[in-house]
Nanobody, 124 residues
Framework: QVQLVESGGGLVQTGGSLRLSCAAS????????MGWFRQAPGKERDIVAA????????YYADSAKGRFTISRDNAKNTVYLQMNSLKPEDTAVYYC?????????????????WGQGTQVTVSS
């Protein structure tokens, strides 16, 4: 069993930055692929970024490319999402997720564990 706890969300102005963190419990964290998703009111939960177990392979949704960076520190059982140049359309609840696959995956159904989410609000 893996428990995921997100932190770092909040209110920021357009153009600002936030760094989300996801702390994971469990000894097998460093063998899991990890992902960040987001869900705005009335919309589906969409992939933002994903990372393989080693951190060397990453994926970004088009909306995140060039602005967001996903990384992980296996020694700290933590995955991060650095978000720069934030826009109002980035406003959503952001979720951290873990898959027992060692490589990254991008579909919601491929993830086995989810955090409770953290709210990100970008004001215009």
């Amino acid at each position: 069993q893996v428990q995921l706890v997100e932190s770092g969300g909040g209110l920021v102005q357009t153009g600002g930055s936030l760094r989300l963190s996801c702390a994971a419990s469990g000894r097998t964290f460093n063998s899991y692929g990890m992902g960040w998703f987001r869900q705005a009111p009335g919309k589906e939960r969409d992939i933002v970024a994903a990372i393989g177990w080693s951190g060397r392979s990453t994926y970004y949704a088009d909306s995140a490319k060039g602005r967001f960076t996903i990384s992980r520190d296996n020694a700290k059982n933590t995955v991060y999402l650095q978000m720069n140049s934030l826009k109002p359309e980035d406003t959503a609840v952001y979720y951290c997720a873990a898959t027992t696959k060692s490589y990254y995956v991008i579909q919601v159904y491929e993830y086995d564990y989810w955090g409770q989410g953290t709210q990100v609000t970008v004001s215009s």
